[in-house]
């Protein structure tokens, strides 16, 4: 059974890369744009793995790991931040909620690749 | 008690102690007498007792003459000159004493007048050097105040225990706040006045830490004593406060006051929020887009015989977001330079003024006479008048070189928002 990844960003110029390389690796993907698609989808779909967007329309990425973490299926799903916010003090609220991993764009496929297969493997 | 009083009493005193004494020498030298003796002296007081009497009556007069020449010429005198010393010192000095008296007292009347002459001099030049000095005192202090007055900066000046010593209206502006019942901070309201505490309308704590890193600085013998802190004032105005120490001439590590300089940051702080906000929107599209353009690109080369309309998708992605990068920085830059002309120190002013000056500084500096037609035009103009009326200054001169004239006209047209300047020659050859 594939892994199945979510991939949450409101930006298609972002969305359609991330959808191919996941799929060229083997993962299957859904995706949505905003938080509280996310959270429907981590209900229907369980993920394993969520690529998430911070700055979203409405909920925003914080919000909705919060949300993610909340639901019984939540507290296993893996969370990676996928975002343009750069700033230590961006990271570090980011990091305060305990996702899995931070990723600043612009990256390089190659990294998320590595890190999407590290946490997936654990 | 007046001076006749006095001499009466002097003189029954004088003469009372005299009479005991002759009648103690009388009885004594009556017990020495033998009886024979004392019958014969009775019997010669008894036949001679006209002559004794008027001798001792004469005896007493004499007396009470010289008590009273004594009296008039030295002790009722020297009574008064205490008196009329005391006149010339502490009530007027110009008052003299005209008394007579001995030649003793005459003497010591002139030195007094000659000492209350000198006195009365010194008294009047150090009144004067004192009104000299506080009219200099009181035309810097009011130099001060109007250069005070014009400060864009609130100034509070107080002695070391916070005693307001001078302000300025712009303090008045910044700190005072008028009491209301529903306010439980300042129901009485704040307000900055002459010998008022400046501790009751700047938290006595900030002040304190101001003056002990003040004190600091000076143990350390740093250059730049100034303590510096942040305050809210009047309807939440952020105050950005400089303590400078107002050091003794004895001491110079030691406080006499100090003076509190208040500047308005709010504008400020907004502006680099503003554009704070500016940079990390730019920032963050950028990384948007540059993500999207690596990943679309990386993906093209690690997978490179994909699908064409993969391929066309990611060339669409790389194509949009290039275009995104573009309006990013466009939209940028004009912000930036919006909010750069907003705070550029521009006034408004009435073109027929600004031409009037023109006109002036032309003929003095450049030797060039500016004709301006409709001078009274409704047309207004926000500039940097001083960099408007240099470049015009400039433009006139390099006129005159190029044509050789010294006479020109101009005039005005108001295109929408655009103010036009025509200049022309006087024989009606157009330059511009």
New interface residues.
Partial sequence: MATKILVVDDEPSIVVPLQFLMEQNGYEVKTAATGEEAIEAVSSYRPDLVLLDIMLPGMDGFETCQRIRQTPEGRQIRIIFLTAMGREMDIAKGMSLEPDDYITKPFSNADVMDRVRRLVSD | MNPRNKFWWFAGVSIGITVVFISLLAIFFWRQLFPEEKALLFGLFKNHFAYIFIALFLVMTGIVFVLDAMFHNYIIPISKLAEEVAVIHSVNSSHRIQMAGSRDIARLIRIINEWADSFESLRRNVSQKIHAAKSEAEEEKNLLASFMSELPEAVLICNADGKILFYNKRAREFLETKGSASSTEDPDGRFVGLGRSVFSVIDEHLILYALDDIAEKLDRQEVNVAAYFVLVGKEGRLLRVEAVPILQKADARQVGGFILILYDITDRIETERQVDFLL?SL??????????????I??IL??PR?EEG?LD??RK?IH??TLVLGDALDTTASEYDSYVKTHWPLVHLRVGDLFATIQRKAREKLDVVLKVKDPDAPCWLKVDSYAMVLSILYLLKRLKEETGRRKFECRFDLKSAVCQCRYRLERRSRLH
């Fill in positions: 990390q920032v963050r599209r950028f990384r948007a887009s540059l993500a999207s353009i690596r990943s679309a990386e993906a690690a997978y994909m993969q998708n990611f992605i949009k977001e």
